[in-house]
């Protein structure tokens, strides 16, 4: 987890207690290990630490880009799954299909997430002027 946040295992210690209701744990083999449920809640409703997916040995790479799963996607974009699901299946995101399989290009993701802010600012994309 202190990977996935680019922070030291020390300072994850303490996150983990300050963010007690947020970060759910499970007992493997005598260690404390949160859970998927858990990392989705704690990336969804705090702002302070973010998820990096350069930093996460489970992320996809080839040819230099990183293709994310929806909750890798749901992660970096601090929205839930039916949020992600929606934009991909509108053509919003762009996803890459093996079968059932879906891939979520971060580059792709990351330029609509910019020009959807930029849209919600009221900044003309184009002429990059305040509306």
Known sequence: MAVLLGIS?????RVSE???DLLETIDVNGKACFTEKG???FF???SRYLYHPENDRTVVKRGGEL??????????A???????????????IPVIRS???VRIPLSGLEKWLRKRKEKKDGINQKTRKIL
Not at 9 to 13: A, G, I, L, V, Y
Not at 78 to 92: D, F, K, L, N
């Open 39 to 41: 990392l989705d809640l």
């Open 99 to 101: 079968g059932k399989v």
């Open 44 to 46: 969804r409703k705090q």
């Open 9 to 13: 295992n020390h300072e994850m210690h």
């Open 18 to 20: 300050e963010y007690p």
């Open 67 to 76: 293709y994310l799963t929806i909750l890798q996607a749901c992660w970096t």
């Open 78 to 92: 601090r929205v839930t799954r039916p949020t992600i699901t929606s934009w991909y299946c509108r053509g919003r």
